[in-house]
């Protein structure tokens, strides 16, 4: 069984990627990992260099190909990989889809402490990061809300998170 962890940038799935893979004792895949792997070149560096189209053709092919060759694994996926193509229904149908949801507060706090590292919101001012965030959010919801399961994120610990998620998908 492949768990894809879907959600706005900050909402946890990587973190919470490493605890379920490490509770389930599954392969880990985090498919910004794996584009960085391909390509050789950062997230950033991707989007600066070859723009945002190309980094989703990548996204698409390599969650292709995941679904494809893996059978057991905890998938990590990108905030907006969701939003793209017809990814939402691939996901889907080849996983057991999570949406891990924050609130626009939360992600706020997370994201200002990680704003260089993120291309999408590198360049908006801090104030006005809650208001994008909010705008995001609504846009992507009609996608993440299409996940088979949904876990609130606030105020819990990654394990707590882990923990949902293993009772929600009925696993050992």
């Known amino acids: 069984m492949i768990i894809s962890l879907i959600g706005y940038m900050g909402s946890g799935k990587s973190h919470i990627s490493k605890v379920l893979s490490q509770k389930l004792q599954l ?15 950062t997230i950033p560096e991707i989007f600066e260099k070859r723009g945002e189209i190309y980094f989703r053709k990548q996204e698409r092919l390599l969650l292709e190909e995941i679904f ?16 793209y193509y017809n990814n939402i229904e691939l996901i889907t149908q080849k996983s057991e889809s999570v949406y891990l949801r924050s609130s626009v507060k939360t992600l706020t706090e997370r994201l200002l402490k990680q704003k ?15 208001e994008f965030i909010a705008k995001h959010l609504f ?19 990654p394990e707590e998170i882990g923990d949902e998620i293993i009772a929600l998908i009925n696993l050992p």
């Open 139 to 157: 846009e992507r919801q009609v996608f993440y809300g299409q996940a088979k399961y949904t876990v609130a994120t606030d105020a819990k610990t």
């Open 68 to 83: 494809d060759t893996e059978k057991d694994c905890i998938l990590s996926l990108g905030g907006g990989t969701p939003a």
């Open 116 to 130: 260089q590292k993120r291309p999408l919101i590198a360049k908006i001012p801090d104030e006005d990061l809650p």
């Open 27 to 41: 392969k880990l895949i985090d498919l910004d990992k794996e584009i960085f792997l391909k390509n050789r070149m």
